[in-house]
């Protein structure tokens, strides 16, 4: 069985940071890519970075390039979005995303 649990998320304020996590079972992790997505309330869910599955080719949204940072370590079967210069409007629900595989999602408010 195919799991992926998203972690880390939070309150934080305007200018904080998280680092979430994704923990991958079930999957050869190291065949697939991985990427972020995120889904505020009322909106449809946006993409927000991609790693491929050697981790060489990464590519984020232009509403997140230059505050976060994907990665991932195959084995350990993880990858994190580490997220810098919150805004407001990072506010949504954050997923991991592999192949055909969502986690749950994890919450991220940010607000003062």
């Known amino acids: 069985q195919v799991q992926l649990v998203e972690s880390g998320g939070g309150l934080v304020q305007p200018g904080g940071s998280l680092r979430l996590s994704c923990v991958v079972s079930g999957l050869s992790f190291w065949n697939y890519a991985m990427s972020w997505y995120r889904q505020a309330p009322g909106k449809e869910r946006e993409w927000v970075a991609y790693?491929?599955?050697?981790?060489?080719?990464?590519n984020y949204a232009d509403s997140v390039k230059g505050r976060f940072t994907i990665s991932r370590d195959n084995a350990k079967n993880m990858g994190w979005l580490q997220m810098n210069s919150l805004k407001p409007e990072d506010t949504a629900v954050y997923y991991c995303?592999?192949?055909?595989?969502w986690g749950q999602g994890t919450q991220v408010t940010v607000s003062s």
């Open positions: 995303n592999a192949y055909v595989y």
């Open positions: 790693i491929s599955s050697s981790g060489d080719s990464i």
